[in-house]
């Protein structure tokens, strides 16, 4: 079955929106497979956001989501790569529809709530990076 890797950013954690959104997925159908609370340094951040290192911003976000603890998850489900990515709304929360997550609690690209795996394949290489003892049946 399909999983995907989905982050509660620190702004999201700091803000108490965490049972907000584990509701959100729980509702939609989605199974819980793994939860933690944690907190990375700036090299695993890196490495999360590995694609984006050329760009611009890159330095920005890493120090955004080293700055607390954040709510690393992997849920899963039929399409739950795309189907989580709608429930999240567009990258600029300033543009993200109402009903969405990121349309319902920010307005701050750089402070938007929650990460969520692009792809399938994005989804496993994230699963791996933030689980990698592994995620039990
Ligand atoms: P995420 O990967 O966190 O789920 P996303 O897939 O919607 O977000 P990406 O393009 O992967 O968007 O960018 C990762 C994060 O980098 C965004 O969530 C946002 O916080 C930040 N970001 C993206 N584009 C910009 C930008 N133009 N200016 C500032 N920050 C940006
Ligand atoms: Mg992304």
Known sequence: ??????????????????GEIIGRFEKKGFTLKGLKLTSVDSAFAKKHYADLSAQPFFNKLVEYIVSGPVVAMVWEGRNVVATGRKMIGTTNPSESAPGTIRGDYAIDMGRNVIHGSDAVESAKKEIALWFPQGIAE
């Open 1 to 18: 079955m399909e999983q995907t890797f989905i982050m509660i950013k620190p702004d999201g954690v700091q803000r108490n929106l965490v």
